[in-house]
């Protein structure tokens, strides 16, 4: 009996050989195979990483020749994003990101004087009442930066991704140059900017 078997897995036509072998030829159809897909998912993550990078690049291009204030900030009220317009038009920081409003406007007096940077300490905290509102809105900021009164006409809305708030996105467009003309001429015909202006006067 055991001269039988010791035969059966010797012999040339041994099942145990046979089975190991075909299970070998199989496994190795499944490494070619995961191989082949891992490549084609390299490719695929090349070509995504490019396009993302090639469009983060545009927007940014856009955003930086722009005139107008861009920012981004996360739900803790730190920016993440800000173009060259808002720093060097408001934050006067080179680099803001991962910092708040309070501690820019702290460094702002601290080098040019409380008295000489005061935008903002009128109005109400906008960031907020985006957030609770979860709608876009607009809002009419002004204050002294470096020693200057600045006006700023200031849209703010939520940032969603897949339906969670993320942050509250801004653009703000300096209308100082519009509401200074405004005074001087008194513009008394102009009803719709009589209106917009007024709100700037009363620290809406």
């Not at 072998?21 to 695929?44: A, G």
């Not at 000489?116 to 906008?126: I, L, P, Q, R, V």
Request: glycine share 10%.
């Amino acid at each position: 009996m055991w001269d039988k078997i010791q035969g059966w897995i010797t012999g040339k036509n041994c099942q145990i050989d046979n089975y190991f072998s075909k299970l070998d030829r199989s496994m190795q159809v499944v490494i070619d195979r995961c191989t082949k897909i891992e490549k084609q998912l390299d490719q695929e993550i090349k070509v995504l990483t490019e396009e993302v990078a090639v469009y983060k690049g545009m927007l940014h291009s856009i955003a930086a020749a722009l005139p107008d204030m861009m920012w981004c900030k996360g739900m803790d009220g730190k920016y993440v994003y800000a173009n060259q317009a808002i720093i060097d038009g408001l934050l006067l920081d080179r680099n803001p990101l991962g910092k708040g409003d309070v501690e820019l406007a702290l460094a702002a007096k601290s080098r040019y004087g409380s008295e000489n940077h005061t935008f903002g300490e009128k109005c109400a905290n906008s960031d907020e009442i985006v957030k609770e509102s979860g709608k876009a809105q607009r809002f009419l900021e002004s204050g002294k930066v470096k020693g200057k009164v600045l006006y700023l006409e200031v849209f703010k809305a939520p940032l969603y991704v897949n339906g969670e708030m993320k942050g509250v996105v801004g653009t703000g467009r300096d209308m100082t140059e519009y509401v200074e003309a405004y005074r001087e001429q008194n513009c008394g015909g102009c009803g719709k900017m009589a209106d917009i202006f007024k709100k700037y006067e009363d620290g809406e």
